[in-house]
């Protein structure tokens, strides 16, 4: 099993055609991707990706979405804490920032997350009903 950086998954899933690298790169990505008998996925690697997505190529969060699903329907492929990454991500495609839905998602056995300054977070967690709640501490 070979275990694959941020960088190997944006080069797969984003087409960057005006990068003379990534033009070099994206055909090794796939070989990887497509190629290698079995490939592990960090959790940390799909969190900075989805960075990578948003960020540098200003992309939604439904582009995000289907990378992810793909990702995850790949039979060769092991994302570490899948479950939780899936959790994540619906919570993500339906408003909540990535990074919070997997802070969430990872903790859903405790009895509540708390927060001291992130109130977008514990308000979106209330519309969505999580259970945990998100609380504000103080």
């Given amino acids: ?19 003379p690298q990534a033009k070099r790169q994206r055909p090794v990505a796939r070989r990887v991707m497509v190629e290698s008998p079995s490939v592990f996925v960090p959790m940390t690697v799909v969190l900075e990706f989805e960075w990578v997505m948003r960020g540098f190529y200003g992309l939604p969060p439904a582009e995000f979405g289907r990378a992810v699903e793909h990702l995850l329907g790949m ?11 899936r959790d994540a991500l619906a919570l993500h495609l339906q408003g909540l920032d ?41």
């Fill in 75 to 85: 039979s060769h492929v092991t994302v570490e804490r899948w479950e939780a990454v």
């Fill in 1 to 19: 099993m070979i275990a694959v950086d941020t960088n190997i998954l944006a080069r797969f899933y984003c087409d960057d055609p005006a990068d």
């Fill in 98 to 138: 990535f990074a919070d839905a997997l802070h969430w998602a990872c903790s859903a056995d405790c009895e509540r997350m708390v927060t001291f300054d992130d109130r977008g977070f514990a308000r979106r967690a209330r519309r969505l009903m999580l259970t945990p709640e998100v609380t504000l501490a103080g």
